[in-house]
Structure formats: structure tokens, C-alpha cells
């Protein structure tokens, strides 16, 4: 077994224990990178791409060509295109008192280290859900002692990541349906005696159960935002590691998916590493299965070597995985099971309100660590559907839908609308633009023009069953989308983890975590896009698609918001004065709230202080502001941020994940105080006056 690392975080700069490491990814960060390619990187074409403006003028058009000569316009949301806003941002924002922006209108809380959820001056909160709490009819009370896959299968499942609320009419008008990714299982915070090196039938059965999705319906409190969870309803659902899935789409049933157990390449049990997700125009709920690979063993016994490529283009470990689940399902060993892994990988879609329906894996969306998946859609009603690959210098895609999505509930549109995601085509991203390299100097200094940003196109990877890649089959596009993406060109990107699309102003917003890599000998230095060498605090980026059409192929770029202290020179926040803001580092999930602010979520934190959610302004005159709403408690990771008029819920993941932490020595006490088993659980925020958030 690897010796454990002391606390100083993974070598990558997460900010992650080494505990985190070997559960949550299967220690990605310390093995070689999947892609090596010798495509461009980000910070490459990012150096050569910005037009000439006065100095922190972050609010000023850009104007762009693209490859077919339109032109589109990057200027602060809300303004007209190709017309100058009538201030730079920073000069708007520059010694700006009094109210802060509509959302954000509540005392920041200060950065912190307490073990607990600490939230704003004026606000309560309470625990909505916790691992293991039943939900399912007949399901046991929790009981760490007696614990069983049975059980597990009917509770709240582990490590709660994406959350997603739903509307429920007619009688349960003060019900909502809570829908929850269960990322990973953290073996040595949830057995007593756990022996990483021998793991037993029953715990591996266990942590199959505690993988996956849950569905349970909350109770809502008339006067408060506090949510109470309905136990045992009979809309709530799990969904675990050995519940059966449907592979949907163009390369269903290819020989790619076949395996000895499902010959039609068409049934797949469970689904794994759930990370954030999305929440469909149409009613169903979408969930990215990211770091499936550290599942997957034995990849060295592979003799054939274009499968070996594949797979180590996938990062499936050559040996033994860590959780050893190989050897009780030979699934798990692709020496013994070579397709297994490639039916891993995918965006699920879950209709929750229907507990009997077979959740579908989306093969035309491709395959690669998906982070998250928010759609949009087209003016004429096509979805829309941006993504990231978590991954150092893997890239960026979306999905563009040949149909229109139905309106209404009949059954018709419903039987139609589970279909959008199955026809259209694949893109991925290309940066491009002609900065002088000479200007970035590695600290994170602004260029001469203000802001870091440019240019880029969307390149074609399959259509339905055509395949725009020279050498590769439609079928070979959708399961190695990878290898697609480095045939093509596409522009390396650091690690694009959650992306989501403004509701009101189309902008998509591209949380880039960290990579304490950059500028290290014989690796990629400061570039326009990654300004910063050893950046362990990561960046947002801004994405405006020509025209306002996301069924284009043309976008333009910028850097929104430059994490870390914001004392030091290299952070920026959109132009806004940087005394007025909270400090930030790792961004990770983002989410918007109801009046257009963006609420970022971090992983990793590397100022010093337990991670947090935040929220910031993207529009008007205090485009920038950034303040920290809560903060969450040791060694836990704020996930599934979702922002209503009168809540903010948040998913907290992996309490008590600290190097040396077991059940014998627990690093953490919450949510349930000394002498009680460390859970990951929903938390819900509200305000004390019953007003809404931030106003």
C-alpha cells in the first residue's frame, strides 16, 4: 500500500489531501498525463489572442473574426454588441460604497478553519440529509455497526456532489423532488478497521450501494428555506453501482460496448464517480460520470496495443486498483473484461419523476471525465449542452441537438423529449489569437489591453453516425472521444471542471481549478489563458458564442475572474476594485441565482481557509463584486451549489477527508457532534426574517 503523504496537498496543487487523491480519482494528479498529443496548449494560442484597449478596461468590446469572417462582439452582459459601455468596469467600480449587487446583498463571512457550516450574519441553516439516512420504504435507520449493502441500497447514498430541486404540483405543493449525485466512497471514514489491502465482500458491497444517484422528495417549511426529507415516499429512488442503465444513442450496441455478460452492448449496471450534473428545460436531470477510470485495473495485462493506447489515454491503471473491487467482479479487470471500462464515462439522463424508468447513458454527448452538463437552447428550441474534461490539458465540447425539444407534459412530448440527446453533433474547441508572448511574464500581470481573452471555433466530431475525423469511425469518435479531440487540433485546456450557460445573458462560464504544473521544467510556462506559473488557485472563463447562437461555430473568450488573495498583483476580478472583494482560490462548481449573479463553489482551497461558495456579479457596475456566502467544515469540499429565491443549498462532500483520518480517528465532528460517525449530507440556508436571499 503507498505510504500516506503528509498534509501539504497533491503535488498538482488541488489543495487535496492525499486521502482525497486515492479515493476521489485514483491519485490522477500523480500519474503521467493521459494526453500527449501535440496539440496547442490553452495558454498558447491563449498568448497571441487579444485586441489592443486601455489599461483595465475589462467592460470594452472585443470585436473578433472567426474562420468564416463574421464578427461578435464581447462586451459586459447586457450591452449592446459592438457598442463601448459607457465606463470601463473598473472606473464604475472604483470606491463603490453602499448596496452591493441584488443577490449579494449580505455580510460576507470571513475566511475560517471552524468545523462546522458557518454562514452570514442574519441567516439559519439545517441538515436536509445525511449518508444513510433512509429513504426507501422498508430501508433501516443508519447503523454503522450493522450495515449492509441491503440497507445501503435503500439510504441516502455517500458523498453527495450535483443536486438538482424539481417542482411537484397538484397536492404536494410545498414538496419538491431533491434529486443527488453520490461521487465516491471514502472506505477508511465509513468501516471501522478498514484494511485498504483487503478489502471484504461485504464492504465492497457496500460502497457499490453507496455509489450513485439519489432521488427523495422534501418538505418545505411556509414560514423558513428549511427542507425536510420525506422519507421513504414513493417517488424517492436509489440508483447504485449494480442498478441496470441504458447505453442510448449512436454507438449503443456497437462492438465497442459489447461485453461477455451484455452481448447487445445496449445494458449496463451502474453508474460511477457521479460529479456535478445539470437540470433539463424538459424535466429530467443529467449526471456526469467523471474519474470512472481508478475502477478499472489490470490494464498492464492488456497485450493488444491499440487497446493498451486506449486505455492509457483513459488513465485505467496498469495494476491493481486501489478499492480492489477487481477482485470481486472480474468486470472491474479489463485484462478479463476489455470493454467494460468504455461504458463508463458517459452523461446520464434520469427522468425522477418516473421511480420505474430506466436511466439512459447519452453515447452521442461522448465519453471522457465528465465534470458537468447544463444545456441550453437555440432560438428555435434545440438543447444545447457545453462540458468539460476534468483532466490536465484535456478540452472543452458541446453537444448540438438536430431537435426541437416539445413543450408540455403530454405523453408524446415527454416520449420525444427523452430522444433530444441522442441526434446532433459533437464539437470541441479551439483557442486561437495573436498576443506577443513577450507581455506575459508568469506572475499573472495584466497584458497592456486590460484583460487576458480571445478567440476560438467549434470543430465537428461526429454527426449521428458519420464521423468528421479522418481514421476513426463515428462509433470510435463517441467511446474515444479523446483521441478524436487530439486528431482534430483542439486547444488544451487546465482542467475545465463545471460549465454553466447565464440563463439570461447565454454567457457560459468555465470554472479552470488550478495546476501548480505550469512553468515547471520541460512543462508548458504562463500563457494568456493560465497567466500565472505554479497557478495552484485556478481561473474562470468567459465564453460569448457569435451571434448569441450556440448552435454556431464561432466564439469569443475572456478570463472573468483570476483566483487567490486579492491582495496579490496576479488575482483580478473582472475589473472591480480588489479591496472590496472576498478572497477566493480553486474554483469548482458554478451555478447562477435568480437574478443573474454567479455562485462559484471551491475545491482545494489554498489560502488557508476551508472551502466556501461564493457569489459574484457578472453584469452592471459591479461586475467583479465577489463575497463568500458560507464557508464548510474540515477537510470537506463544497459541492452542488443551487441558489432559489429563499434558499442556497449545498452538498457538503467529504468531511473529515484528511491524511490519517479513519473511524478511529476522525478528523471531523459534524454534522452530529463528538461520537457520532463523520456523514456527508445536504445543507439548506435561508434567512432568519424569511426575506429572500441577498436582496
Known amino acids: 500500500m503507498r505510504k500516506l503523504l503528509p498534509f501539504i496537498g497533491n503535488p498538482h496543487g488541488s489543495g487535496r489531501s492525499a486521502l482525497t487523491c486515492r479515493y476521489r480519482c485514483g491519485d490522477a494528479c500523480f500519474h503521467e498525463v493521459p494526453n500527449t498529443s501535440d496539440n496547442e496548449y490553452a495558454g498558447d494560442v491563449i498568448a497571441r489572442a487579444y485586441s489592443r484597449r486601455s489599461m483595465l478596461r475589462s467592460a470594452a468590446v472585443v470585436t473578433v473574426a472567426t474562420a468564416a469572417g463574421s464578427a461578435v462582439a464581447l462586451g459586459t452582459p447586457g450591452q449592446t454588441a459592438n457598442a463601448a459601455p459607457g465606463a470601463d468596469a473598473a472606473a464604475a467600480g472604483a470606491g463603490k460604497g453602499g448596496e452591493a449587487a441584488r443577490g449579494l446583498r449580505f455580510k460576507a463571512v470571513a475566511p475560517n478553519t471552524d468545523d462546522k457550516v458557518t454562514v452570514p450574519e442574519g441567516h439559519e441553516q439545517n441538515v436536509v440529509i445525511r449518508w444513510g439516512d433512509p429513504i426507501i420504504k422498508g430501508a433501516p435507520g443508519f447503523n454503522p455497526d450493522k450495515q449492509t449493502a441491503a440497507a445501503q441500497a435503500g439510504q441516502f447514498g455517500y458523498n453527495n456532489d450535483f443536486l438538482s430541486l424539481l417542482p411537484l404540483g397538484g397536492d404536494y405543493e410545498r414538496q419538491q423532488l431533491l434529486v443527488a449525485n453520490h461521487e465516491y466512497t471514502d472506505e477508511v471514514l465509513m468501516f471501522k478497521g478498514y484494511d485498504p489491502a483487503n478489502p471484504t465482500r461485504e464492504q465492497v458491497e457496500i460502497a457499490w450501494a453507496a455509489h450513485g444517484l439519489s432521488v427523495v422528495v422534501v418538505q418545505e417549511d411556509h414560514r423558513s428555506g428549511k427542507l425536510t426529507a420525506v422519507t421513504r415516499h414513493q417517488l424517492n429512488r436509489r440508483l447504485t453501482a449494480t442498478s441496470e442503465f441504458r447505453m442510448a444513442g449512436p454507438a449503443a450496441g456497437g462492438a465497442l460496448l459489447k461485453t461477455s455478460v451484455d452481448p447487445s452492448g445496449t445494458k449496463v449496471l451502474g453508474t460511477l464517480n457521479n460529479c456535478a450534473g445539470g437540470t433539463t428545460p424538459w424535466g429530467t436531470t443529467l449526471h456526469g460520470?467523471?474519474?470512472?477510470?481508478?475502477?478499472?485495473?489490470?490494464?498492464?495485462?492488456?497485450?493488444?496495443?491499440?487497446?493498451?493506447?486506449?486505455?492509457?489515454?483513459?488513465?485505467?491503471?496498469?495494476?491493481?486498483?486501489?478499492?480492489?473491487?477487481?477482485?470481486?467482479?472480474?468486470?472491474?479487470?479489463?485484462?478479463?473484461?476489455?470493454?467494460?471500462?468504455?461504458?463508463?464515462?458517459?452523461?446520464?439522463?434520469?427522468?425522477?419523476?418516473?421511480?420505474?424508468?430506466?436511466?439512459?447513458?447519452?453515447?452521442?454527448?461522448?465519453?471522457?471525465?465528465?465534470?458537468?452538463?447544463?444545456?441550453?437552447?437555440?432560438?428555435?428550441?434545440?438543447?444545447?449542452?457545453?462540458?468539460?474534461?476534468?483532466?490536465?490539458?484535456?478540452?472543452?465540447?458541446?453537444?448540438?441537438?438536430?431537435?426541437?425539444?416539445?413543450?408540455?407534459?403530454?405523453?408524446?412530448?415527454?416520449?420525444?423529449?427523452?430522444?433530444?440527446?441522442?441526434?446532433?453533433?459533437?464539437?470541441?474547441?479551439?483557442?486561437?489569437?495573436?498576443?506577443?508572448?513577450?507581455?506575459?511574464?508568469?506572475?499573472?500581470?495584466?497584458?497592456?489591453?486590460?484583460?487576458?481573452d480571445g478567440s476560438g471555433v467549434w470543430i465537428k466530431l461526429a454527426t449521428g453516425n458519420v464521423s468528421h475525423v479522418e481514421g476513426m469511425t463515428a462509433e470510435e469518435v463517441y467511446v474515444f472521444t479523446r483521441q478524436a479531440a487530439d486528431k482534430v487540433g483542439a486547444t488544451k485546456m487546465d482542467r475545465p471542471e463545471d460549465v454553466e450557460p447565464s440563463p439570461r445573458t447565454g454567457r457560459v462560464y468555465v470554472a479552470l481549478t488550478n495546476n501548480t504544473d505550469r512553468g515547471k521544467p520541460g512543462k508548458e510556462g504562463a500563457t494568456e489563458a493560465n497567466p500565472r506559473n505554479l497557478n495552484k488557485h485556478g481561473q474562470i472563463l468567459e465564453l460569448a458564442e457569435n451571434f448569441d447562437d450556440p448552435a454556431g461555430d464561432g466564439f469569443a473568450w475572456r478570463l472573468f475572474l483570476v483566483a487567490g488573495d486579492p491582495n496579490d498583483p496576479a488575482t483580478y476580478f473582472a475589473g472591480f476594485p480588489k479591496d472590496k472583494v472576498s478572497p477566493i482560490s480553486c474554483p469548482d462548481n458554478v451555478a447562477f441565482d435568480p437574478h443573474g449573479n454567479l455562485w462559484i463553489s471551491t475545491d482545494g482551497n489554498q489560502l488557508g481557509s476551508h472551502d466556501g461558495l461564493f457569489g459574484v456579479a457578472t453584469s452592471g457596475e459591479r461586475r467583479g463584486e465577489l463575497k463568500q456566502f458560507l464557508t464548510v467544515p474540515r477537510g470537506a469540499e463544497t459541492c452542488g451549489p443551487l441558489i432559489q429565491d429563499k434558499r442556497v443549498l449545498v452538498a457538503v462532500q467529504h468531511p473529515g477527508e484528511i491524511d490519517g483520518a479513519s473511524v478511529e480517528k476522525p478528523q471531523s465532528v459534524w454534522p452530529d457532534g463528538p461520537g457520532k460517525l463523520v456523514r456527508p449530507a445536504v445543507v439548506s440556508v435561508w434567512r432568519k426574517d424569511g426575506k429572500n436571499i441577498g436582496v
Open 289 to 452: 460520470e467523471e474519474n470512472f477510470n481508478q475502477y478499472f485495473g489490470n490494464a498492464g495485462q492488456v497485450t493488444d496495443p491499440t487497446a493498451a493506447a486506449r486505455l492509457k489515454r483513459y488513465g485505467v491503471t496498469s495494476g491493481a486498483t486501489e478499492r480492489k473491487w477487481e477482485r470481486f467482479d472480474k468486470r472491474f479487470d479489463v485484462a478479463q473484461e476489455p470493454n467494460e471500462s468504455h461504458r463508463f464515462g458517459w452523461v446520464v439522463e434520469l427522468d425522477p419523476y418516473d421511480p420505474n424508468s430506466v436511466p439512459r447513458k447519452r453515447t452521442a454527448l461522448g465519453r471522457f471525465k465528465h465534470e458537468a452538463a447544463q444545456p441550453r437552447l437555440t432560438e428555435d428550441g434545440r438543447p444545447v449542452v457545453y462540458m468539460g474534461d476534468d483532466e490536465r490539458f484535456d478540452y472543452f465540447y458541446k453537444f448540438v441537438s438536430s431537435k426541437r425539444m416539445k413543450k408540455g407534459n403530454s405523453r408524446a412530448a415527454k416520449e420525444h423529449n427523452l430522444t433530444l440527446l441522442d441526434e446532433g453533433t459533437l464539437y470541441v474547441a479551439k483557442l486561437t489569437g495573436d498576443t506577443p508572448a513577450a507581455e506575459l511574464d508568469g506572475t499573472g500581470k495584466l497584458p497592456s489591453d486590460g484583460e487576458f
